[in-house]
């Protein structure tokens, strides 16, 4: 058993008398990982996002559970509207382009995610928060290669290179979602819709098929004594 997990279950059990009702997504930091449940697996992912360098039939994707991927949200109460909530996601990834079974070695390394959504509404329990569509394309971020392409590759990627990321929600009632049971997994699921540009674009984003955040969320452990005995579920990942 890992360090982490370990945690997390002492954290769990701790709480056994503790009433199993509790079903809110907390305030808190999460570690985020690649969802089970990806359309395009192997390699697992949590963000994907499709022509980011301009060849839209490019799949480029991001696995949250590669050894060196270091990934959290932290969610808070929003800065700027009442009632509602924010949700900081921030930290390092592996990404690359997608070549069917593993990522292209001449287009993969490290990257940098930093989004913000400062507009989460909740259900009346707030077990499931979400971006309204009549929101989108207010919350904001970025991912910053940290590394630069080689061999056959080269020179269409450098070190510190940024792309714009927005929200964004086309036909959908929402841009983003974080809710309990997505696609298979019991736990906490983050997903919902992006639009990618080099920074310093000017004119509008193209939404590309497909770009999306697909993430579980664990809480750590301090945020998963607030979920009592509905936390174990959160274990099923790991």
């Not at 080269?154 to 290179?161: E, K």
């Amino acid at each position: 058993m890992s360090t982490k997990l370990g945690l997390f279950v002492l954290a769990a059990v701790g709480l056994m008398a503790v009433s199993a009702q509790a079903t809110m997504i907390p305030n808190g930091v999460y570690t985020l990982g690649s969802h089970p449940d990806g359309e395009e697996n192997p390699p697992p992912y949590g963000l994907r996002l499709d022509g980011l360098l301009g060849d839209n039939s490019e799949e480029y994707t991001f696995d949250f559970d590669h050894p060196s991927s270091a990934i959290t949200m932290t969610l808070s109460d929003s800065t700027h509207f009442a009632g509602e909530k924010k949700a900081v996601i921030s930290g390092t990834v592996r990404g690359g382009e997608d070549t069917g079974v593993a990522y292209n070695a001449d287009l993969s390394g490290l990257w940098q995610i930093d989004f913000t959504y400062d507009n989460l509404m909740a259900n009346g329990d707030g077990s499931e928060l979400w971006v309204d569509n009549a929101d989108a394309g207010n919350n904001t971020g970025k991912v910053t290669a940290l590394f630069s392409s080689t061999g056959a590759e080269a020179g269409r990627l450098t070190a510190g290179d940024m792309f714009d990321l927005e929200d964004f929600a086309g036909s959908h009632d929402f841009s983003f979602k974080l809710k309990f049971g997505h696609r298979g997994f019991d736990g906490i699921s983050g997903f919902g819709w992006v639009n990618h540009a080099p920074s310093g674009n000017t004119g509008p984003m193209e939404h590309v098929y497909a770009s999306d955040w697909l993430f579980t969320a664990v809480p750590e452990p301090a945020s998963l004594a607030l979920l009592g005995l509905g936390g174990l579920a959160l274990l099923r990942r790991r």
